[in-house]
Each structure stands twice: as C-alpha cells, then as structure tokens.
C-alpha cells in the first residue's frame, strides 16, 4: 500500500516537473515571437496600437501624465529599447535623449523610424531667430530644440494620419506575415481620424470669429490652430519650470486686453499659477486641462482621439 502511494506520488512529481519546463519553455517561445513596438509618448502609442492590434505590444517611454520636455530615460527603457525591433520617434526635438538611448541600448536589430520625417514643420527659427531665442531664456539639455521647429505635429489630426500611414508601411516591411491585418486595421482607423478630423473642423466652425485669438501657457498647438482656424497670438511659457520675464509678462497682459483674447490654453502636468496670475488681470478664461504630449486615464481621455475630442469641446466651450 505505502509503496503504491509513493509510486503515485514519484509519478505525479515527475508530470509536475514537464508541466513546468512545458510552460517555461512556451513562455520563452512567447518572448522571442513576440513583436515589440517602443515610442516615446502614448498619443503616438495609441496610433501605433491602433494599426498593430493584438500582433505587436506598444511601450511608451515617457509615463502618462509626465512631461516629455524634461523626460530622462530609466533602465528600463534601456532595457525595453534593447528588447524592441522598431522605435517609431517624433523628431523635431521631442527625443533629444534618443542617440544616447540608442547606444546605451546596443541593439544593432533596432530600427527608428521618425513619423514627422517629410511633413511640414512649423516654428522652425533662423539663426538670428535661435541667438535671441537663447539670449532671451536659460536652457539646459531638456525640453525641445526650438531651431528644429514645434514639434507637437500629431495635434493635427491630418498629420496623424500621415503618420498612421507611415506606421502601417513600416510594420508591413518588419513583419510582412500580418501585412494583411496591419492593413486592414489601418484602413478602419484612418477612416476614424478623417471623420474626427472633419468633426473638429465642424465644432470650431461654430466659435465666433472674434473670439478665434488665443494666448497658449505652452507652444503646443500650432498645428492645432493651423489645421482648425484659431490664431495663437503668444504662448507664455516654453517649459513646464519656465516663467516669463517681467517684459514678456506685460507683453501677454498687453495682447489680451488689445485684442480682447477670450481664452488661455493650460495643458495637463504644467503648474497653472503664472496662468492664473494672467487670468486675474485680464478677465480671460482659462481653457484647462488640455492633453497635448499624453493620454488621460478616465474613459474619456484614454485615446488619442477621445483627447482630441476632449480638447476640442472644452475649446469650443471657452471660447464661445
């Protein structure tokens, strides 16, 4: 009896121990099947995921609600560059950190493709434009390369599409064995961005005329303003831990009151006190809680086209 059961028991032990080497080995298959996709933010992330679906999983370096300018690579997004075929960039100095990133990662599989690569860039500066830009602000390694341009493209929904465009031809040449889902998932989504695109076109349509001129706490939305009809007439600040002088200070109060400018955009993760200040003085309405480098965590901001219709209604509120 004792012996049946300890040859019960040595059987059982021995069927747990090929269980377990069957799972490690089916997970480490997993792993090297899989396709990993890194970019910087989780707007762009978003549009990645969109076109890759359930074939790639998306890493975004920079965690929600963080700001992108003054963003410093972790180990582990060393590790997940090391680990990843394809990072898909912004450019226009959204990255400054990426060549170092690149070589601390020494993965010579590795592949980036920059989506703003052949788009028109706004903002880009002279020479003479970038010494008074420098003369006029302290810098240090963070935030983006004003001679580059703005780089924020992806606030117009028409260049988003160029760069789902360019996502979908990309993982097509990596992986041409899902060409055919990373097709047919782009095609479905650009459809939604042109209808979310002709739908911001309609809603600003109806924010009167004279109400159009804007001051932005950041230089975020040129894209914005240039794809929808709004003008930017200043922004106020070019980084999160920025303040304007005295001069540019009297300069926004000037501008508002001049042109009797409705409205101030505020963005997610920037301090809004200086905002604030300008508000109190002006009796302009303050249009906060804007998503322009990162996705929200409610159900209406976890996309990037809920942020886009989230910014939209609450800039159409602001302003009408």
Known sequence: MNKNWFILGLVLLLGSVFLLSGCIQEDQTSNLDQKLIV?????????????GGDEIEVIHLVPEGSDPHTFEPTPDAIRSLTAARIFFANGVGQENYL?????NAQNPSLITVVLSEGLEILGVETKEEEHEHNSDHDHDDHGHDHSQGNPHLWLSVENSQKYVEKIRDTLIEIYPESQEIFAANAENYLKELRDLDRWIKEQISTIPEENREVIVHHDAWAY????????IRSSIVHSEEGEPSAQEYAQVINLIKDHNIKGIFSEVGFNTKIVQQIANETNANIIHDLYSDTLGSTPHTDSYIDIMKYNTLRIVEGLS
């Open 39 to 51: 970019t910087s933010i989780s707007p762009l992330a978003d549009l990645i995921k969109n076109v």
């Open 224 to 231: 914005y303003a240039s794809s929808y009809g709004l003008n």
């Open 99 to 103: 060549e170092r990133l690149i070589k």
